[in-house]
């Protein structure tokens, strides 16, 4: 098996720069890059990354932290990640941390010992939580938004305001609104922009939760649903609208028009119901390259904010 020293020896350089130019290319001359690379690659070298980013002073890991693994929403979003930390050489471990309360930093600080970066998921933590957690390592924020931090969000606010509207459109009157979990951050976001859109609409709008993203959710909003007298919904999460459409299915009234995600609409054979279809992947592969741009600076860089747009069919 050839060793960095073979590879040096064959591209007539020192082993110390042999290493830098694979590990470090941005600190050797760009033609002694490319001889030790040719040299590598004739010889077969492969070189050891964990012994690479361990010179470097890194770990070669990054955290993805959620505060659940109930929610399927994140299970695309860590794939993106996972596969974008890939092609940078590195991988992805997964930790539970609501950060709803500051006993829970304590677990988050040592993380960071073991990691070099975080992509964060804290939808109800306080910003000043959120604040601590990320000031252990390099964070990305993942589908929120705090003052002075790195993001990545779905702009499904946006998308959930263009849902009213075309409820509207169609020529439904009286709207339900089942918002997510307590203190949610894109709760808040979409709350506004549906009030937005059935003020200037003149719709009728009926808010009802907080509840938790889970079906039986949906089967617990389901009397004030009917109470309100809606023709159609808006659920915050797939899992509290399929609940809801369990009930009123039961009950005969599958009249009521309840907005999903296109996969549920087509399987179900629901017919002309608008759908909203986050692509988690994407969005994790977005936090992920923006995580490893900070780690790559060399000075502090100002922070960058990344909306995804959120189409609805």
């Known amino acids: 098996m050839p060793t960095l020293a073979d590879v040096a020896a064959l591209a007539g350089v020192s082993k110390a720069t042999a290493s830098r130019a694979l590990g470090r290319p941005d600190l050797a001359a760009p033609e002694t890059v490319a001889r030790v690379r040719a040299a590598a690659e004739q010889l077969g070298f492969v070189p050891n990354r964990a012994a690479t980013q361990l010179a470097r002073g890194r770990t070669g890991v990054v955290a993805v932290v959620v505060p659940t693994l109930d929610n399927t929403f994140f299970t695309p979003i860590i794939s993106g990640a996972q596969a974008r930390a890939a092609d940078s050489g590195m991988q992805l471990t997964i930790a539970v941390h609501s950060l709803e309360h500051a006993a829970q930093l304590a677990a988050v600080e040592q993380l960071a010992h073991q990691v070099d970066g975080f992509l964060l998921a804290a939808p109800r933590g306080s910003d000043e939580i959120v604040r601590a957690a990320a000031s252990f390592k390099p964070t990305v924020l993942i589908d929120r938004e705090i003052e002075g931090m790195t993001s990545a969000v779905a702009d499904t606010a946006t998308a959930f305001g263009a849902l009213v509207s075309w409820f509207v459109a169609k020529g439904h009157e009286r709207i339900v609104y089942i918002g997510g979990p307590a203190g949610s951050w894109q709760d808040r976001q979409r709350q506004a922009a549906i009030r937005a859109a059935a003020e200037s609409s003149g719709a009728t709008l009926t808010m009802l939760g907080p509840y938790p993203s889970t079906f039986a959710a949906g089967v617990e909003a389901a009397e004030a649903v009917v109470a309100a007298r809606a023709t159609a919904v808006v659920p915050y999460a797939t899992s509290i609208g399929l609940g809801l459409m369990f009930v009123l299915l039961r009950r005969g009234m599958g009249d009521v028009v309840v907005s999903s995600e ?32 900070l780690l790559g600076e060399r000075k502090e860089a100002p922070p960058t904010r990344r909306r995804l747009t959120v189409p609805i069919s």
């Open 262 to 293: 296109r996969m549920i609409v087509e399987s179900l054979g629901l017919g002309d119901v608008p759908s909203i279809d986050v692509d988690g992947e994407k969005l994790g592969e977005v936090a992920m390259d923006q995580l490893m741009t």
